[in-house]
């Protein structure tokens, strides 16, 4: 079949797919995934609200079936799913969605657990008082109107908004390219950091932060974000906050305690909490907690059992923060759609400044109405008063005339709707038209005009109503109202040693590592295992056979200067001959380890290279954060460093490939973090062997080939000033030029 002549358009495939994708990603950004600046709401829950307003469900009615209101929405005014406005509604009602819960649900709509609501038929709902000041006066023109999409109904492009609800219940929502984020407030801080920009305009934000100083969360918690980075925050739009679970102490019989959560991040659901926790007590990765049990009522109550007493609670919570949801970071994201449709990422005072502009046109519009109301009324009145005046010729008019309408018109000089008004009268009102009523209420609705007038066209009047409307607001969404009162707090983060934390989550047990001549490591479980036991590859022996514990960090200074930092737990077990050292740390195969030892922060090391410079280097300095490593000592060429041991004493003893001793103060050698060093000893031929440190009063002693310790009590023969080339060693010192062998 041929199709109809027109209906075929030949268009390139990319034009086609880009015109229409536009216009897709149009409808998502302003229709469904940004919010309103002025009312905070998104299409479908503004028409939720505006469907039970016109199904009379005020706070103060009865309920109805939630399927009802469904119904109505998706009738009348949004063309979707009806589970998908179901769940729109449901989440107004979650009081641990919604800061201020825009619809008063009877019935079951979900938990904190995650668990979801009952069927729509199951479920009631009615508007709360929070709603209904998002409503408040729109039957009154405050606000602009459009033709449903049936054609049938009209329905308000935003709501008059007695609140700011954008930072009060917070929004999240995912455009094409682009997405929104922001968390709830406490709505009496916004009012009155509103109030106070309607008297300075241009207030910073630290100043209004004074009013608003951060999110204020429904399930409550504890912000621990610093405050230089949440105003950061509000002045960009963009950024976030840290939120950590309440918890406290308590104590147990026999000196246990544990740990009680009673509030729990915003937006985490507390089964899927409980289930991570427990899988991480499964997994081992978080050995510090030894039960995890929901003791939960109306109340959050999950309790923490900690393996041993004798850990410290707050390095205890510290590990759970790093490893759980009782501590999250919520995105701040403050990009809206303005009052012209268009999206954009505003501050924290643009966007209070957005919604007292709205108020302040619902205002205008608001007066101008009723303006129109009174006048009217005014037209009537004196419609009233001209047939109060002439009664009984009205009521001849009335019973003889055949079009009384234009007689009465004609007669009297009345006004279509003056005379419209008298014929609908009732014969029970003429009793009621008394000259003094109707000229009192003349009076009083001029008085009222002359007001509103004088209130539209004074901008201080308008600012002053609004600061009024504010404060009325605040009584009703307050403190002392039911739920006002600010449920998350703020604290600043005890610092706590990182090493202590990681430390305390890796279970405290006796290691050897094992690290071969070849470059295979391995950690073998317990201490003073025998050597001749340990099993190598072929042609392969011990290099460094160094005692830990599971907790310990190693530090490894090899040929090219650098210190790299392994973790005891985290390398390979002993089954097998190991890994390749290589594969933990970015070794060149050119350069070799030449010490191994357990990481003291408090101690120093005496750092040298073949060219005889050094220096003293502080431990701390030497961990390195990557499998890089961190150069501390520089070399080039064909020197490389072939001295690192701990300081010890306070004397240096040094010797050369030319078997030069020379000896001096440990304190004539510079302390520094990285470097070349300075000269220890000079020699005209060859380069430095070995060095040590040791105390004078005790004497210089070395290790001979046979492991016997010998000590030269004549050391000060050979004391003399640094880079100096020294004499020969002493008779008996080994003939590998060496202060003591390799420890296998």
């Known amino acids: 079949m041929k199709a109809p002549e027109g209906l075929i358009l030949d268009e390139p495939i990319d034009d086609a797919l880009s015109s229409r994708y536009l216009a897709y990603s149009l409808s998502t950004i302003t229709q469904r995934a940004l919010p309103d600046v002025r009312d905070g709401l998104k299409p479908v829950h503004r028409r939720i609200l505006f469907a039970m307003r016109e199904l009379k469900l005020d706070p103060q009615s009865g309920f109805k079936k939630c399927a009802r209101v469904v119904g109505d929405v998706i009738g009348r005014f949004h063309p979707h799913g009806d589970q998908a406005v179901y769940d729109a509604l449901v989440r107004l009602a979650q009081n641990f969605a919604q800061r201020y819960p825009l619809v008063d649900g009877q019935g079951n709509f979900g938990n904190v657990d995650g668990d979801s609501a009952a069927a729509m038929r ?111 925050s509000y002045a960009t739009g963009r950024g976030g906050f840290r939120l950590r679970s309440r918890w406290e102490i308590e104590d147990l019989p026999r000196g246990q305690w544990q740990i009680v959560i009673t509030e729990i991040p915003y937006q985490v659901q507390k089964a899927k909490l409980i289930e991570k926790l427990a899988a991480l007590i499964e997994t081992k990765k978080l050995p510090l907690l030894g039960d995890v049990r929901d003791e939960s009522a109306e109340d959050v109550r999950v309790v923490l059992e900690p393996r041993s007493r004798t850990i410290d609670p707050q390095v205890f919570m510290e590990s759970l923060f790093a490893l759980s949801d009782l501590e999250v970071r919520i995105p701040l994201n403050l990009n809206v759609l303005g009052a012209d449709g268009t999206p954009g990422v505003l501050s924290l005072r643009e966007t209070l400044q957005a919604w007292l502009d709205h108020r302040r046109e619902v205002l205008q519009r608001r007066t101008s109405a009723r303006l129109g109301k009174i006048a009217n009324r005014l037209e009537v009145l004196s419609g009233y008063i001209i047939a109060f005046l002439n009664l009984d010729e009205v009521i001849r008019i009335i019973r003889e005339e055949d079009h009384p309408k234009a007689a009465l018109i004609a007669a009297f000089k009345l006004s279509e709707i003056q005379a419209e008004a008298i014929l609908n009268m009732r014969l029970r009102s003429l009793r009621k038209l008394e000259e003094i009523e109707l000229r009192q209420e003349d009076d009083a609705l001029r008085a009222e005009q002359a007001n509103l007038d004088a209130l539209l066209a004074d901008e201080s009047q308008q600012w002053s109503a609004i600061s009024g409307q504010i404060k009325d607001a605040k009584a009703q969404l307050g403190p002392k109202s039911a739920g006002g009162a600010r449920r998350s707090d703020f604290a600043d983060i005890v610092p706590q040693d990182r090493s202590a934390v990681l430390e305390a989550m890796v279970v405290k047990e006796p290691l050897t590592i094992v690290l071969s001549e070849k470059g295979w490591i391995r950690a073998l479980k317990g201490h003073g295992m025998d050597l001749a036991d340990i099993r190598f590859k072929e042609d392969d022996s011990a290099a460094f056979v160094v005692p830990v514990q599971s907790t310990d960090k190693l530090v490894l200074f090899a040929s090219n200067g650098k210190a790299y930092t392994l973790l005891c737990d985290k390398l390979p077990g002993g089954r097998g001959h190991g890994d390749p050292i290589r594969l933990a740390i970015d070794l060149d195969e050119s350069h070799t380890p030449i010490a191994l030892f357990v990481h003291d922060p408090a101690a120093k090391l005496l750092v040298a290279a073949t060219s005889g410079h050094g220096f003293v280097v502080q431990e701390d300095a030497m961990i390195a954060l990557t499998k890089g490593g961190k150069q ?16 010890a004493g306070d004397h240096v003893a040094v010797i050369g490939e030319n078997r030069k001793m020379l000896c001096y103060p440990a304190a004539e050698i510079n302390q520094m973090a990285r470097g070349k060093g300075v000269k220890l000893q000079s020699y005209k031929g060859g380069g430095l062997a070995d060095a040590m440190t040791f105390n004078g009063e005790d004497g210089l002693s070395w290790t001979d080939a046979g492991g016997r310790s010998m000590t030269c009590k004549d050391w000060r023969d050979w004391l003399g000033k640094r880079a100096q080339a020294g004499r020969m060693a002493p008779r008996g010192f080994p003939r590998s030029g060496l202060f003591s062998p390799k420890k296998h």
């Open 632 to 647: 501390v000592l520089n070399v080039s060429g064909a020197i490389e460093a072939i001295v690192c041991t701990r300081m």
């Open 122 to 232: 199951y479920t009631e709902s009615r508007l709360t008082i929070a709603a209904r000041l998002l409503l408040e006066g729109i039957a009154e023109d405050t606000v602009d109107f459009r033709t449903t999409y049936s054609g049938e109904d009209d329905e308000p492009v935003v709501l008059p908004a007695g609140y700011p609800n954008l930072l009060a219940n917070g929004a999240n929502g995912i455009a094409v390219g682009m997405a929104t984020s922001i968390p709830p407030h406490n709505a009496a801080e916004l009012l009155d950091a509103a109030n106070h920009l309607i008297k300075h305009p241009k207030a910073s934000i630290d100043t209004l932060m004074k009013y608003v100083p951060g999110p204020d969360f429904p399930t409550g918690g504890i912000i621990v974000e610093p405050k230089e980075a949440m105003a950061e």
